[in-house]
């Protein structure tokens, strides 16, 4: 099992940046790929970011909504991934989960094993 714990959310200006941190407990955390989706109210749930574990190398890949300003990376000594947000918008607004799974590292959330509770981000024009 691996549990998730997310902080970082709060309010921000537009324009702002803000990390989101991503705090896993459990088993090795480093062996696992991990992902960042939102949920705005009244909204599906979206993609944001997501990072794989190799060995030799780590992939990220964004949506498009957030490519440019948003980067994903990953402390293995800490088990913690990142997700850090710059040049914030008012349509960010959403709860940020991190979700994690040893095999998936895509964009399809129901391919996750695990989920966190999430963070608030509450971004003001």
């Known amino acids: 099992q691996v549990q998730l714990v997310e902080s970082g959310g709060r309010l921000v200006q537009a324009g702002g940046s803000l990390r989101l941190s991503c705090a896993a407990s459990g088993r090795t955390f480093s062996r696992y790929a991990t992902g960042w989706f939102r949920q705005a109210p009244g909204k599906e749930r979206e993609f944001v970011a997501a990072?794989?574990?190799?060995?030799?190398?780590?992939?990220?890949h964004y949506a498009d909504s957030v490519k440019g300003r948003f980067t994903i990376s990953r402390d293995n000594a800490k088990n913690t991934v990142y997700l850090q947000m710059n040049s914030l918008k008012p349509e960010d607004t959403a709860v940020y989960y991190c979700?994690?799974?040893?095999?998936?590292?895509?964009?399809?959330?129901?391919?996750?094993?695990?989920w966190g509770q999430g963070t608030q981000v509450t971004v003001s024009s």
């Open positions: 979700a994690a799974d040893q095999d998936y590292s895509g964009s399809e959330g129901y391919e996750y094993s695990y």
């Open positions: 990072i794989s574990w190799s060995e030799s190398v780590t992939l990220t």
